[in-house]
């Protein structure tokens, strides 16, 4: 089994920067894809934010935070980051990572949430504008 637990989150006013890390153990493999999701406050579903694979090519984003956020891994932590630039009021939720041995940055996106190796526990970021 993989264990996950975020940090990072917190209070931030509009425009603010925000970083987000998620550090994985237990049985993790060097090839797994790593991404984030998020659930809005009063939304019962978690969105799609961003992933990026094993090697750091090609990490896929939501298209609402293209431009704005920048997902990066440490493979020798097997930590994963996400840096939240120009932070809105709209991306106030809790995040949470995800981990996943098979599944590309796109597949993690389009693929059932109940599908994944390993959800962490969610840490929230209130934006306030």
């Known amino acids: 089994q993989v264990q996950l637990v975020e940090s990072g989150g917190g209070l931030a006013q509009a425009g603010d920067s925000l970083a987000l890390s998620c550090a994985a153990s237990?049985?993790?493999?060097?090839?797994?894809?790593m991404g984030w999701f998020r659930q809005s406050p009063g939304n019962e579903r978690r969105a799609f934010v961003a992933a990026i694979s094993s090697t750091g090519s090609r990490p896929n984003y939501e298209d609402s935070v293209k431009g704005r956020f920048t997902i990066s891994r440490d493979n020798a932590t097997n930590t994963v980051f996400l840096e939240m630039n120009n932070l809105k009021a709209e991306d106030t939720a809790v995040y949470y990572c995800?981990?996943?041995?098979?599944?590309?940055?796109?597949?993690?996106?389009?693929?059932?949430?109940?599908?994944?190796?390993?959800w962490g526990q969610g840490t929230l970021v209130t934006v306030s504008s």
């Open positions: 995800v981990y996943d041995r098979t599944l590309t940055p796109l597949a993690i996106e389009l693929m059932p949430h109940d599908t994944f190796d390993a």
């Open positions: 237990g049985l993790t493999s060097k090839d797994a894809t």
